[in-house]
């Protein structure tokens, strides 16, 4: 993952180059452990006097070699961390040339990049400065899944994949919602919207707007895609075969369904679909392992990892990967778990084992690496305070807390003094909105059946750009290695939200849980051979690797990120000491 920065001053006689540059330096350290690859900054200062300073770290994944950044010619200079896996003129996985060159290029062809942006299909942020009209773009996907946050002082801008606590500056996410651009002469800033048809856009743009204490003026916008689809009433046939289901065996209750020949042919396309996500997922990245990529020495280490709880989503992805990957090379799955006195019996970590059981028998020759990461409570307290904050900032309620510093620890991949020196990480995230997989869900279908259920999905997929997605990008790009999420494939995405709801769950309290949500993907699951995998309940990070303790609310503020007690922490001992205090009680609370 790339570490991205760009600092200028938004008035720009109002900033010595010099502050710009101190500044600049007190985020370089988090940029840099994202790419351990490169790192390079310039400084450009513009006609109108105003000044910009430009960092990249890279985590080389793309392209026969390293493509250093910031890129750099007489019309542009270009900043990306993404990942566009169908090469974009070549059309196979690996290309030759990286997807940074690729995008650079078009981008430079074209007076109107914001269409360009139509054709990409992949995770991205980027900073593109047109540097002939002195016009600064920016952007994030539209699913959000790579982090860039915004941030001010003053006059001073910041955009930075990610930040850390301090008292000078503010930040915020940046709303994926389009594509942004900073007129560097006339000050105004304009947006290009992915689509206006979503119900967070205008919450979203006010929220910005007072951020910086600017009007964004809204152009066209360049997608113009229908996000929610039209509910539809459930077939007869449909309901006829859930009723079918009930008091069934776990194979019964499998046949019963693959009976259904459209049962059967959905599961085909979302097999092939997954497939084909998962292979661009493996494929795209160099054939080195990280402790050999600098020497370019041919190895058989494993390049890459699952975050492993055993559950559905991710079991699906570990078996997939098992047909691609090559058999000499291992697959290290990591299953996180935090514990007092030695004792890391977590529920994930029982499906965790489990599963891999289930693995052994179906891939025998595949060497599965299973990383059981044992966390005692201080590790995680000094880390956390120390660090991890940083990384989750700017979010601050518990649920950021236990699942940012959870997905920190797992994407460490650390066991005792073993560490896996793979650069690609496979994570389950996006299955339970797109497949329907939460209680939330079971609740709403009890309540108010199907167009509950249809109600709650489309809430749910609305607010995804907006929730984790940044947060676990930040915090796993920390280790040097990239986050892939295969059930967030555009082409994937498009398949499932276009099959209404009740041909892809039934929560439905009449078939025992874990059976009905998410009941297409688990019958897939059933299909390729995960017999007990298939059929697991839902288990949420925080509580399955058990960093999180039931009793909170992880709506509420994290005492642990508050940046109010952080700044007096740093300011007032006696404060701090009492902080402590607090925070020991808290503890407490917490184990
Ligand atoms: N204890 C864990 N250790 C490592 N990674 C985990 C752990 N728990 C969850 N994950 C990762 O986070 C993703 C999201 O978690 P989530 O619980 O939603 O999915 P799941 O465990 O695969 O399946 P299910 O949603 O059915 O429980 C998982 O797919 C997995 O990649
Ligand atoms: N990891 C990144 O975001 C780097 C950008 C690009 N995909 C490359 O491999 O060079």
Redesign the pocket.
């Given at each position: 993952m790339c570490g991205i920065i760009c600092i200028f001053s938004s008035d720009c006689r109002a900033t010595a180059p010099n502050e710009l540059l101190n500044d600049f330096n007190v985020f370089k350290e988090n940029i840099n452990k994202r790419g351990p690859d490169s790192f390079d900054m310039k400084s450009l200062s513009l006609k109108n006097g105003c000044e910009l300073i430009f960092g990249v770290s890279v985590l080389w994944l793309q392209g026969e070699i390293v493509t250093k950044q910031p890129l750099e010619n007489h019309r542009a200079v270009f900043l990306y961390n993404g990942d566009i896996y169908n090469g974009l003129n070549t059309g196979s996985y690996f290309n030759s040339k990286s997807d940074t060159l690729e995008l650079f290029e078009l981008f430079n062809q074209t007076d109107d990049i914001f269409s360009t942006l139509k054709n990409i299909q992949g995770p991205y942020a980027f900073i593109y400065l047109d540097k002939e009209r002195d016009m600064l773009y920016f952007c994030r996907d539209c699913f959000g899944r790579k982090s860039l946050l915004i941030g001010k002082q003053c006059e001073i801008i910041v955009l930075t994949s990610v930040a850390h606590r301090t008292e000078k500056y503010e930040f915020i996410e940046l709303p994926s919602i389009g594509l942004f651009c900073w007129d560097l002469k006339s000050k105004a800033l304009f947006l290009y919207p992915f689509s206006l048809d979503n119900a967070n856009f205008n919450g979203k743009l006010a929220e910005l707007e007072s951020f910086l204490g600017k009007t964004i003026s809204l152009k066209d916008t360049i997608m113009n895609t229908k996000n929610m689809p039209e509910y539809m009433e459930p077939l007869a046939e449909q309901i006829a075969l859930y009723e079918n289901l009930e008091n069934m065996s776990i194979e019964n209750f499998f046949s019963v369904l693959f009976s259904d020949q459209n049962w059967s042919i959905r599961i085909e396309n979302l097999e092939h679909l997954l497939e084909e996500s998962v292979k661009k997922r493996i494929s795209t990245q160099p054939n080195f392992c990280r402790d050999c990529i600098k020497e370019h020495q041919e190895c058989t280490h494993s390049l890459l990892g699952?975050?492993?709880?055993g559950?559905?989503?991710?079991s699906i992805l570990a078996l997939l990967a098992d047909k691609i990957v090559e058999k000499t090379r291992p697959i290290d799955l990591?299953?996180?778990?935090f514990g007092e006195y030695q004792h890391y019996k977590t529920p994930?970590r029982q499906t965790g084992l489990e599963t891999l059981e289930e693995l052994r028998q179906l891939c025998p020759e595949r060497e599965w690496r299973f990383f059981e990461i044992d966390i005692p409570k201080d590790e995680l307290e000094k880390l956390r305070s120390d660090h991890i904050a940083d990384l989750i900032y700017p979010l601050k309620t518990i649920l950021d807390d236990s699942l940012g510093c959870a997905l920190w620890f797992?994407s460490r991949g650390l066991q005792n003094s073993t560490q896996s020196p793979c650069r690609v990480l496979l994570?389950?995230?996006g299955?339970?909105e797109l497949f329907g997989?939460y209680t939330r869900h079971r609740a709403a279908f009890k309540k108010k059946s199907w167009l509950g259920l249809h109600t709650v999905l489309n809430e749910d997929w609305e607010n995804l750009p907006y929730r984790n997605l940044a947060r676990d990008d930040r915090v796993v790009s920390d280790h040097g290695r990239q986050l892939r999420m295969p059930y967030l494939d555009e082409k994937l995405v498009q398949y499932v939200r276009s099959l209404p709801c009740w041909q892809k769950s039934y929560p439905s309290h009449k078939v025992p849980q874990g059976f009905g949500e998410k009941i297409l993907l688990r019958s897939l699951a059933y299909h390729i051979g995960l017999k007990k995998a298939a059929v697991?309940k839902?288990?949420?990070?925080q509580f399955?690797?058990r960093i999180a303790n039931k009793n909170e609310n992880g709506h509420d503020i994290s005492i642990n990120l508050s940046e109010l007690i952080w700044h007096l922490g740093n300011t007032c001992t006696a404060l701090l000491e009492q902080h402590q205090k607090v925070h020991s009680h808290q503890k407490h609370l917490l184990w």
């Amino acid at each position: 993952m790339c570490g991205i920065i760009c600092i200028f001053s938004s008035d720009c006689r109002a900033t010595a180059p010099n502050e710009l540059l101190n500044d600049f330096n007190v985020f370089k350290e988090n940029i840099n452990k994202r790419g351990p690859d490169s790192f390079d900054m310039k400084s450009l200062s513009l006609k109108n006097g105003c000044e910009l300073i430009f960092g990249v770290s890279v985590l080389w994944l793309q392209g026969e070699i390293v493509t250093k950044q910031p890129l750099e010619n007489h019309r542009a200079v270009f900043l990306y961390n993404g990942d566009i896996y169908n090469g974009l003129n070549t059309g196979s996985y690996f290309n030759s040339k990286s997807d940074t060159l690729e995008l650079f290029e078009l981008f430079n062809q074209t007076d109107d990049i914001f269409s360009t942006l139509k054709n990409i299909q992949g995770p991205y942020a980027f900073i593109y400065l047109d540097k002939e009209r002195d016009m600064l773009y920016f952007c994030r996907d539209c699913f959000g899944r790579k982090s860039l946050l915004i941030g001010k002082q003053c006059e001073i801008i910041v955009l930075t994949s990610v930040a850390h606590r301090t008292e000078k500056y503010e930040f915020i996410e940046l709303p994926s919602i389009g594509l942004f651009c900073w007129d560097l002469k006339s000050k105004a800033l304009f947006l290009y919207p992915f689509s206006l048809d979503n119900a967070n856009f205008n919450g979203k743009l006010a929220e910005l707007e007072s951020f910086l204490g600017k009007t964004i003026s809204l152009k066209d916008t360049i997608m113009n895609t229908k996000n929610m689809p039209e509910y539809m009433e459930p077939l007869a046939e449909q309901i006829a075969l859930y009723e079918n289901l009930e008091n069934m065996s776990i194979e019964n209750f499998f046949s019963v369904l693959f009976s259904d020949q459209n049962w059967s042919i959905r599961i085909e396309n979302l097999e092939h679909l997954l497939e084909e996500s998962v292979k661009k997922r493996i494929s795209t990245q160099p054939n080195f392992c990280r402790d050999c990529i600098k020497e370019h020495q041919e190895c058989t280490h494993s390049l890459l990892g699952v975050l492993f709880s055993g559950g559905v989503d991710c079991s699906i992805l570990a078996l997939l990967a098992d047909k691609i990957v090559e058999k000499t090379r291992p697959i290290d799955l990591f299953n996180v778990a935090f514990g007092e006195y030695q004792h890391y019996k977590t529920p994930d970590r029982q499906t965790g084992l489990e599963t891999l059981e289930e693995l052994r028998q179906l891939c025998p020759e595949r060497e599965w690496r299973f990383f059981e990461i044992d966390i005692p409570k201080d590790e995680l307290e000094k880390l956390r305070s120390d660090h991890i904050a940083d990384l989750i900032y700017p979010l601050k309620t518990i649920l950021d807390d236990s699942l940012g510093c959870a997905l920190w620890f797992a994407s460490r991949g650390l066991q005792n003094s073993t560490q896996s020196p793979c650069r690609v990480l496979l994570v389950g995230m996006g299955a339970d909105e797109l497949f329907g997989g939460y209680t939330r869900h079971r609740a709403a279908f009890k309540k108010k059946s199907w167009l509950g259920l249809h109600t709650v999905l489309n809430e749910d997929w609305e607010n995804l750009p907006y929730r984790n997605l940044a947060r676990d990008d930040r915090v796993v790009s920390d280790h040097g290695r990239q986050l892939r999420m295969p059930y967030l494939d555009e082409k994937l995405v498009q398949y499932v939200r276009s099959l209404p709801c009740w041909q892809k769950s039934y929560p439905s309290h009449k078939v025992p849980q874990g059976f009905g949500e998410k009941i297409l993907l688990r019958s897939l699951a059933y299909h390729i051979g995960l017999k007990k995998a298939a059929v697991l309940k839902k288990r949420a990070l925080q509580f399955g690797s058990r960093i999180a303790n039931k009793n909170e609310n992880g709506h509420d503020i994290s005492i642990n990120l508050s940046e109010l007690i952080w700044h007096l922490g740093n300011t007032c001992t006696a404060l701090l000491e009492q902080h402590q205090k607090v925070h020991s009680h808290q503890k407490h609370l917490l184990w």
